[in-house]
């Protein structure tokens, strides 16, 4: 009796018929032959995993970014772009600007065998000159920190499209099948323009960030619920196993579901991370000399923990280190937030070159726009500066940058970019370029169009390029 039930047991795949199978299977066969031109060439392309990338269109040195995110909008005739000719107009109106003229508070000088001026706000970053590109000919298109924020990130100002760290993930596939491709580390709330600054917009689900609150002081507390209270991995495996399983059968007698490919993606994911990712994240396993360099901050904290994790392969790292809004009282705020980052960075340039990971990883640092050279409209006596999105720098460092390089420059004030100028679009096609990309060719169809990170748009900045 036990053998005719079992040989008589329905499986899943006799049940799972859609109603065009059925009706295909009751005489209209032929019109099943047109099914596959109906699946849309996104549905078929989202079960790609992140590790599946493509090739490389030219070789290139580095592998690895880590975007460095100073949102609130740093000002750059406070840090990078020195501007003595300011003191000569203070407290008067500026030809062809909107207010009076305010000079720095800080003193720039120059550092390194490059000789490239810093300000003191950043003491010990300065000691990295000749590691880095220093662009001070930024521009933007809106002076808004949630659009110019998704900007800087998605390369897109109406819809959502892919972020910056899901293409580079796309060109370049996973290096640790164990850990995310694609991670965003934050200390506390979401940012401004939230997820869409790390999702994958119309790109599989799978290139999307896994985004980190680093506030915890301990791995579990980062990435939480990692560990499976209730099942052994023995029995998680069997069970993804036979999800894996059903999501197949329905694969093949239904249609490829993007969003549930998407979810069986992370489900498997977060199984192999359990003792990978934590290792990772527990930063208690450095050495003390180590942590003393970075400090016991909560940037300090993050920047560490990206070290560790492109040390494992992790593709695209963000770190937000925000704070940098400062329409009021700069002179006491400026300082304060670039504290936050200035020891942190440092660290993290140090010790990516003791690692031998400096030469393969893109270090970026900088904001979504600049500020103003004359004082915020809103005038007091600890004044600030308004928004800016005609002028703002921007630093990068490591593998196939020209180091110890400023490129382009601001009119005698500060206020526009002037000379070489560099849009978002530009900076975006030379980062996918030091990453060995075409960004004209990295490219993935949707709706029947091909799109790329800098839309219609973009040139390589060569002048930063080794």
Not at 51 to 61: D, N, V
Not at 84 to 113: D, H, I, W
Not at 292 to 313: F, I, K, P, W
Not at 375 to 393: E, Q, T, Y
Request: proline share 4%; charged share 20%; hydrophobic share 40%.
């Amino acid at each position: 009796m036990s053998d005719f039930l079992c040989s008589n047991r329905m499986r899943p795949e006799e049940v799972l018929y859609s109603r065009r199978e059925f009706l295909a299977r009751c005489g209209m066969g032929f019109g099943a032959l047109g099914l596959t031109s109906l699946l849309s060439e996104e549905s078929l392309a989202a079960a790609t995993p992140a590790s599946a990338g493509k090739q490389t269109h030219f070789p290139a040195r580095v592998k690895q970014v880590i975007h460095i995110f100073a949102q609130g909008a740093p000002s750059h005739v406070d840090t990078w772009d020195p501007k003595p000719v300011l003191a000569q107009y203070e407290e008067q109106m500026l030809p062809g600007l909107n207010g009076v003229a305010m000079p720095s508070p800080f003193k720039f000088t120059k550092r390194g065998k490059s000789g490239i001026e810093v300000s003191e706000v950043f003491s010990a970053l300065g000691g990295h000159v000749d590691e880095m590109a220093v662009i001070r000919s930024m521009h933007t298109d809106i002076p808004a920190h949630d659009v110019a924020t998704v900007f800087m990130n998605t390369g897109s100002l109406r819809a959502q499209k892919p972020s910056l760290g899901a293409w580079v993930l796309y060109g370049l596939g996973s290096a640790n099948n164990n850990m995310p491709g694609y991670i965003s580390l934050r200390a506390g709330g979401t940012p401004t323009g939230g997820a869409i600054n790390w999702g994958a917009g119309f790109l599989p689900g799978s290139f999307q960030a896994t985004s980190i609150n680093t506030r915890a002081a301990s791995a579990e507390g980062m990435i939480q619920d990692i560990r499976n209270p209730y099942f052994s991995q023995n029995e998680q495996r069997r069970q993804l196993d036979l999800v894996q399983k059903l999501n197949t059968v329905h694969s093949r007698n239904l249609q490829k579901d993007p969003q549930l490919e998407a979810r069986i993606e992370a489900f498997e994911m977060a199984y192999r991370m359990q003792i990978e990712a934590t290792d990772a994240f527990d930063i208690s396993k450095e050495p003390q000399n180590v942590r003393d360099l970075y400090g016991n901050s909560a940037q300090g904290r993050q920047l560490l923990v990206a070290r560790r994790l492109v040390e494992r392969g992790v593709r695209f790292v963000q770190v937000w280190a925000g704070g940098w809004d400062h329409h009021a009282d700069i002179e006491d705020r400026l300082p304060a937030t670039a504290r936050e980052i200035d020891q942190p960075a440092a660290a993290l340039l140090t010790d990516l070159k003791q690692h031998g990971l400096l030469d393969r990883t893109l270090v970026i640092w900088g904001g979504e726009f600049g500020r103003t050279v004359t004082k915020d409209r809103n005038g007091n006596d600890n004044p600030g500066r308004d928004h800016n999105n005609r002028a703002f720098s921007i630093w990068l460092a490591g593998g196939n940058v020209k180091a110890g390089t400023v490129y382009g420059a601001t009119d005698e004030f500060g206020a526009r970019a002037v000379e070489n100028k560099v849009h978002v679009h530009d900076l975006h096609a030379t980062i996918l370029h030091l990453l060995g990309f075409d960004h004209t060719k990295l490219t993935y169809r949707y709706n029947g169009r091909d799109f790329r990170l800098t839309d219609n748009f973009g040139k390589v900045v060569t002048g930063i390029v080794a």
